[in-house]
């Protein structure tokens, strides 16, 4: 069984920076992508981020040149750093990782990111 846990949400700035973390358990995470959704009140939940096993990274229009994904295999960590953050990127942000054997992957729980003056 994978579990995923995110951590590093909060209540930001505009401009400012947050830093998220996914923590999986399991022995799967160095093989297959990760990815960041996000989910805003009233939206569907859009891709933001991927990164697959290979290292090469996919990023949503809307968060290019400001998001950067990357993950450390040896502590099974993804993470999603968030520059220049906007109003617009408030959300709920997920961790998931896609998996043939399983519809829709494995998911964590979600972390809050609120970006307000």
């Known amino acids: 069984q994978v579990r995923l846990v995110e951590s590093g949400g909060g209540l930001v700035q505009p401009g400012g920076s947050l830093r998220l973390s996914c923590a999986a358990s399991g022995s799967i995470f160095s093989e297959y992508a990760i990815a960041w959704h996000r989910q805003a009140p009233g939206k569907q939940r859009e891709l933001v981020a991927l990164i697959f096993s290979n290292g090469r990274t996919n990023y949503a229009d809307s968060v290019k040149g400001r998001f950067t994904i990357s993950r450390d295999n040896a502590k099974n960590t993804a993470y999603l750093q968030m520059n220049n953050l906007k109003p617009e990127d408030t959300a709920v942000y997920y961790c998931?990782?896609?998996?043939?054997?399983?519809?829709?992957?494995?998911w964590g729980q979600g972390t809050q990111v609120t970006v307000s003056s």
């Open positions: 998931n990782i896609p998996h043939p054997a399983r519809p829709g992957g494995y």
